[in-house]
């Protein structure tokens, strides 16, 4: 398995808590591309500088379904120590046993969390960080800035929508949304909702958007493309503006990572004390400051201007739909199989 050691020296947070240091090897298993490079920038590295006499090699296999498929197949050996996966993965990993329990009493940030983060882990590990999802369109062929989800359904715009469809959790909240716009209830049905997203279908180019929707908006192949926010904020300010992130009035969902001990790894004691380094308020203001995360630390103190490019702004929290990730678990299948037989197969394309 491919680990990129973190060996680089950076300063430690200033006012952090005492911690006995840990060394050897400790193996994070997260996320590839870009969530690689700024978390690693802000959270490992200096995980890494308390630590000197500890080497952490990140292993990125893409998505949280392969990073669950890892799991599994070194069950009897694992060899990761640490994990950060989506809810609805981590979920499962929890419930067969691939991952541990942990309170409080070995990792205090728990205790610093808000409720949502608490709960969304369950018995194992709590949330790491919150996305939420978004539109992003292209601000060179969209003027003014469009505030509603309604405006994809045009006409015009017939080949020119990239919409992840699920098993994609995308494509999972923009159902739950979409029901709401509808003036339904994601838990009492979806009927409107695939009604909408049927009528819907023949304008979208792909429902399965290759490499990302935001690539295919700079490559001029798309107008408009669901996607997540901290990826488009960055992918904002690196397009100088090109791609615009529109959070929808009509509401959007929590899209939430949680961090996990992995069961019977290598070094648990290094892996307790990152999660408890990761949790904690400096960590999660570095990376919500670095790469727009909401953070799931309520000590956390993130620049104004940051936390206004996140859900986590009081001036969007009414926007919020409160997914339930477990009840999602277990409709995704059947939300799946409507999305194939009834929106994807009425597309024009």
């Known amino acids: 398995m491919r680990g990129i050691a973190i060996a680089a020296a950076a300063a430690a947070f200033v006012g952090g808590p005492a911690a006995a ?9 997260a996320y590839t591309g870009i969530f690689q490079e700024h978390y690693t920038a802000v959270v490992v590295e200096p995980f890494r500088a308390r630590n000197p006499g500890l080497t952490v090699a990140y292993f990125a296999p893409g998505t949280s379904a392969q990073m669950l498929g890892i799991l599994r197949s070194q069950r009897t050996a694992p060899q990761t120590d640490v994990v950060i996966m989506d809810t609805t ?4 990993a929890c419930a067969e046993g691939l991952v541990e329990k942990i309170t409080p009493a070995e990792v205090p940030a728990i205790d610093e969390l808000v409720p949502l983060a608490r709960a969304s882990g369950g018995e194992c590990g709590p949330a790491v960080t919150f996305d939420h999802f978004v539109i992003v369109y292209d601000t060179t062929k969209v003027s003014p800035a469009p505030t509603s989800l309604r ?36 838990t009492r049905g979806i009927d409107r909702a695939i009604a909408k997203l049927r009528a819907l279908a023949p304008l979208v180019q792909t429902f399965d958007p290759r490499p990302d929707g935001y690539s295919l908006i700079l490559n001029d192949q798309v107008t408009y493309a669901t996607g997540w926010n901290a990826r488009s904020q960055l992918y904002h300010d690196q397009s100088n503006g090109r791609i615009g992130v529109m959070l929808p009035e009509e509401g959007t969902a929590f899209q939430i990572n949680t961090i996990n001990v992995v ?4 070094n648990r004691a290094a892996a307790v004390a990152f999660v408890q380094h990761a949790l904690a308020a400096e960590a999660q203001t570095a990376f919500t400051n670095r790469m727009f995360y909401g953070p799931t630390n309520g000590r956390a103190t993130p620049d104004p201007a940051a936390l206004a490019r996140t859900a986590v702004d009081p001036r969007y929290r009414e926007r919020l739909i409160p997914l339930d990730w477990g009840d999602i678990v277990k409709l995704r299948d059947a939300w799946n199989n409507r999305w194939r037989r009834e929106v994807i197969a009425a597309g024009g394309r």
């Open 21 to 29: 240091q840990v060394a050897g090897t400790m193996t994070l298993m």
């Open 89 to 92: 993965t981590a979920a499962i």
């Open 151 to 186: 405006v994809l359904w045009d006409e015009k715009l017939r080949g020119r929508i990239a919409v992840a469809a699920p098993p994609n959790i995308q494509g999972l909240v923009l159902t739950a949304i979409v029901e709401r716009m509808e003036g339904g209830d994601y």
């Open 263 to 266: 069961r019977g790894g290598p």
